[in-house]
């Protein structure tokens, strides 16, 4: 169920941030090599915003329908250890999550960019997205980043929970 709180002050409440990967903590694009490895790019701001929330005591999670180990590797780097990767069903996934940490729904935010994401988004308590995503899911979305995905939409986010809770210029934020 949605709130009728404005957008500010609905973030006062937020405890868990779960992400889409392509299309928002990366660019969407997919390199692939001669020996058909698959890449990805990160923005490392957004890669900051990530591993200061888990420092500051959020729950960061990503569910991902790719099943590359490299999403692991990246998020694991900045601490994030809740990542579920090649996933069939995202909403099965999140709901499971959610109940093995008993993290109420109403204070997940999820950033998603595609119809993937959509179900999923129409569940959580503030839905968002990138600035480049698919009209449906901007359809749904309490906010739209003005910055697209893997360009720093994450840190946009992040940032605004951390600013509104008072956590952003904190000791944690100085260090990496």
Known sequence: ????????QQLHTITTFVFDVDGVLTDGGVFVSDSGERMRQYNIKDGYALQLAVKCGYRVCAISGAGSESIRIRL???GIN???IGCKDKVATLNDYLSANQIDLQTVMFMGDDIPDLKIMQQVGLPVCPADAVEDIKAI???ISPIAGG???VRDVIEKVLKVQGKWLNAEAYSW
């Open 141 to 143: 979305s309490t906010y």
């Open 151 to 153: 360009k720093g939409c």
């Open 82 to 84: 809740d990542v579920f």
């Open 1 to 8: 169920m949605r709130s009728d709180k404005p957008f500010l």
């Open 76 to 78: 694991n780097g900045l």
